[in-house]
């Protein structure tokens, strides 16, 4: 049985791994059904790189620059002026006070997000989130946006899948950011892509047209997480795997099953080969260790990280 850990060929021998085949074959041995074989991903920093700021926040910025050319009024309000001045500190502090429990800069940040696409249909915010996943590079990591999801994660999104589970992914980002991309970078269709959402609006005629309205739907992180997996499937997971604050909620919500489960935590710790932080991530740590959840460390655990 070990040697299905071939698909897991990016992943170092230990206990990480050997928790995460352990629960799979017992799973399988179980006889589980398929339909209740459900693993959901939180995406930024756990399948793909979220620093120096998230992939969308970079997408988001270059928006927020582009208004602030054209109109210099934003160029002193928030978020414009962080655009406009490219200071990525300020807009990576709200997102760090966010996953601390603070969401005081939140709503003027919001503000600027809502309005960046205010108005844009949905085909076309579509191709130019593609576009961009496809064409831009990673800041620091010299290598392009698409290529900077983990493989290890990779191989485990289709050792889950050979074993008849499905996977989802349910991230604070942008439900719609995601999806042109979904199934080419993890093999997840975009229908099972939960994630952040504006309002839209339907207009008749020409074959309908949908529009993002500057009004959010709903933020998927924290308590939303579990809501949201629930609105979308009607199960508990089986498998949850996370990397921070906002993932506790979906990690305690896997195990609350009445059947084994598991909940898998991404610590950051390799500052050489991706990045080596804590920030965010301090109470979903603590929980992990209360609750005896499976911690996978970049460091130790991974062979390989891209």
């Not at 620091?140 to 899948?161: D, H, S």
């Not at 604050?245 to 195990?255: A, H, K, Q, R, S």
Request: charged content about 25%; aromatic content about 10%.
């Amino acid at each position: 049985m070990r040697a299905q850990t071939a698909f897991l060929a990016s992943w170092n021998e230990g206990g990480a791994r050997d928790a995460i085949v352990d629960f799979v074959q017992a799973t399988v041995a179980a006889e589980v059904p398929s339909e209740e074989r459900l693993a959901v991903f939180d995406n930024d920093g756990t399948l793909w790189c979220e620093k120096p700021m998230p992939i969308q926040a970079d997408f988001i910025v270059r928006r927020l620059f582009e208004m602030a050319e054209g109109n210099p009024e934003l160029r002193t309000r928030q978020p414009w002026k962080a655009a406009y001045d490219r200071d990525h500190d300020w807009l990576g502090a709200v997102i760090d006070q966010h996953y601390a429990g603070d969401d005081t800069n939140l709503p003027t940040l919001a503000t600027g997000i809502l309005a960046a696409f205010k108005g844009v249909t949905v085909e076309d915010f579509e191709a130019k989130s593609d576009a961009f996943l496809r064409s831009a590079q990673h800041p620091t990591l010299g290598r392009p946006y698409l290529q900077c999801a983990y493989a290890p994660m990779i191989e485990l999104l289709g050792y889950l899948t050979a074993n008849r589970f499905s996977t989802y992914i349910a991230s604070g980002g942008g439900r719609d950011f995601m999806r042109p991309i979904s199934e080419d970078v993890y093999g997840i269709p975009r229908d099972r892509v939960i994630g952040s959402s504006t309002t839209f609006e339907y207009t008749s005629g020409g074959g309908g047209t949908i529009r993002h309205k500057a009004e959010a739907d709903y933020l998927d992180d924290g308590p939303q997480k579990p809501i949201r997996i629930w609105s979308r499937t009607g199960r508990r997971p089986l498998l949850a795997f996370g990397n921070s604050n906002g993932d506790i909620p979906m990690l305690e919500f896997t195990e609350g099953r009445p059947t084994p489960s598991l909940s898998v935590l991404l610590l950051h710790d390799d500052a050489q080969r991706e990045f080596a932080y804590l920030s965010g991530a301090e109470q979903a740590l603590e929980a992990a260790k209360a609750r005896g959840w499976t911690v996978v460390s970049i460091k130790r655990d991974w062979a390989t990280v891209f």
